[in-house]
């Protein structure tokens, strides 16, 4: 394979900077330690025919290595984590936990956490956004309960050892940044933190802000 | 490892049978042609502290087979995949689309297809969920019209071989039976109706029917 490059946005609003989704697969090349390139593109071009025959939604990051072609987040931290050490366990039974609990963010999770984005941000000038709040904030509270349960006092979320799994439920809970809805889950709020607090993390948060800083 | 046993619900209402995530892993056990067991379990379980042990959601399906203990329906089909061939390509570049599809089932399909359930079931007496609905059908369709030129004059979404992306694709679309949304999305109802007339398919789902039948 050639050196892997993934796409990622010139720029986006204030409120999306550090959250966008090339923040998960640089997060992964970091831990692995595998070199990588971004190649940068707009919004109109993510839109363009051209970017959809990669991404048929029109979105990044998207990933190529000259073998292998994909996008969805998701599935590049997944193959990335394949590709070297330090995100999946070798034993099948770990590898299996943290696939799991990387589909957990995903879809357990996330979709949870986008209502609030679609309530407080996309969608907050609807009529319907204020009435509809309080019910996608109990919905959200009821998931974080149970991952708060499921988490108990570890460090990770299987035992020990962090994994593409942690990766990927601490990306997805940094949206809710600015929320205030993490105050009511302390255990989760250092699960974050602790996340954050990696080397590996804070390079590619760093790298990521660095190109909204250069279009600036 | 032992015989795989899966978690079932014992009864849902009439709207969700054929539809319960159950059916994801008995599809994929079929596919690949592994023999499994099925732990059925009633909501008021599902809902304990017993069955979050092991599905911190309260949820099913949940799969053990004595070594692997895993939840989500995704990460559960992609082990099964992983078990025997016909599921996921041998090339890596083949297989990580097969994951890349999955995932986008899970992730970029999925939510979008919960909030017209969300609207139209869910929520379908709260003040918010009429003024709402053509916002969820407008983001669904924009989905769908993506996934639909994807998918272009493609038997199934990688080529000719059927994967664990359409397996979890057509398992994601099946839930717009019902609501008319397919009716603008004739390729993409052809793929849905190809994917149910596999053998497999219509075995996990005779199986999964007849657990509602036993109950009744």
Partial sequence: MTKP?????KWVPPF?????RDTRARWAFEEVGIDYEVDVIDLPYAKSEAHRRFQPFGQIP?????????FESGAIVL????????????DPAGRARAVQWAIAALNSIEPFVQQLAVVDVFEADRDWSKARRPKVIEDLKGRLTDLEAAL??????????FTAG??????????LRNTGVLDGFPKLAA???RG?????????IADHMAVFAAAA
């Fill in 5 to 9: 490059v993934i796409t990622a946005y």
């Fill in 16 to 20: 999306a900077q550090g959250l966008v």
């Fill in 62 to 70: 998207t990933y190529s290595d000259g073998k292998v072609e994909i």
């Fill in 79 to 90: 193959h990335i984590a394949s590709l070297a050490p330090g995100l999946l366990p070798d």
């Fill in 152 to 161: 108990g006092d570890g460090e990770w979320l299987d035992g020990d050892g």
């Fill in 166 to 175: 942690d990766l990927m439920m601490v990306s997805v809970l940094r949206a």
């Fill in 191 to 193: 699960y974050i933190a």
């Fill in 196 to 204: 954050e607090a990696r080397p590996a993390f804070k390079k590619a």
